[in-house]
């Protein structure tokens, strides 16, 4: 079965904007290939400790979610927790603890 041009579209962007900037940087932006791998590996460890937030962040929503259900007999859907900004704002949790965690060594 072949995947359709709207399930492809997102991986054929980012491959072009990726080759896009490693040309960039390796062409006029003075960085070194050779350290592609390393960051590479720091990128990944970024998203985990992204995942462990939105981990962390929806286990707190949910204890909040019930909490507020349990105490004030007022319906709060746990849907709420489903919001699109919720994965960006851990995304963000994570870049600043990691380069908290860099800045203190």
């Given at each position: ?11 054929v ?19 070194r ?73």
């Amino acid at each position: 079965m072949l995947p359709d041009a709207r399930s492809l579209a997102p991986l054929v962007i980012f491959g072009l904007t990726s080759l896009g900037a490693y040309a960039a940087g390796a062409g006029f932006g003075g960085l070194r290939p050779s350290v592609l791998r390393e960051a590479t590996g720091d990128m990944l460890e970024t998203l985990g400790l992204g995942v462990l937030f939105l981990l962390g962040n929806l286990a707190t929503g949910a204890v909040l979610v019930l909490g507020v259900r349990g105490l004030t007999h007022h319906f709060v859907s746990i849907y709420v927790l489903s919001d699109v900004t919720l994965p960006m704002l851990s995304a963000v949790q994570a870049l600043v603890f990691r380069r908290w965690r860099e800045r203190s060594r």
